[in-house]
């Protein structure tokens, strides 16, 4: 915890969203929501039933809070996200170091139901294999997105 906030485009929310496959239905859980930009598309532009953003900085929370104020579907938590039971979602976004998406892998092993899906944003799940990925350049920068099932390819 305690990395610093990058915010994501919204190219890249989409990739991560649409890989995904958040549609209506969908419950989606950001860990570490920033500020606040995949909870709002996940409810506003693929109309996810419920969508949960944890967020453990007071500003950023603060941020996400006003964009997300007009959203029905949507609850910002200001939180550690190791304390919160993510166990209902059907879809995890993550941009966290890998060294994080590692100390990750048991929470979201243990917590999540076989065919969850996790998405990170450029950095993977160190000893998982997607099930798809999408690598795009924006600006100077190479990007990925990375999803994985859980149950499919995902040892704890």
């Not at 048991?106 to 450029?122: M, N, P, T, Y």
Request: net charge positive; charged share 25%.
């Amino acid at each position: 915890m305690g990395a610093p906030f990058y915010p994501t485009s919204a190219f890249v929310v989409e990739k991560m969203l649409s890989l995904a496959g958040v549609r209506p239905g969908s419950i989606v859980y950001d860990l570490g929501c920033g500020d606040g930009a995949i909870v709002v598309a996940a409810a506003r532009d693929y109309n996810a039933t419920k969508v949960v953003g944890i967020e453990q900085r007071q500003r950023l929370c603060s941020i996400a809070l006003r964009k997300t104020r007009h959203l029905r579907n949507v609850a910002i938590v200001n939180a550690n996200y190791d304390d919160i039971d993510i166990s209902e979602a059907d879809v995890v976004t993550l941009y966290q170091s890998a060294s994080e998406n590692a100390r990750l892998k048991l929470k979201l092993v243990d917590e999540l139901r076989e065919g969850a899906r996790v998405v990170s944003h450029d950095f993977g799940i160190p000893g998982w294999r997607p099930t798809g990925y999408h690598v795009f350049k924006e600006g100077r920068r190479n990007q990925r997105v990375l999803v994985y099932v859980i149950g499919s390819g995902t040892p704890s």
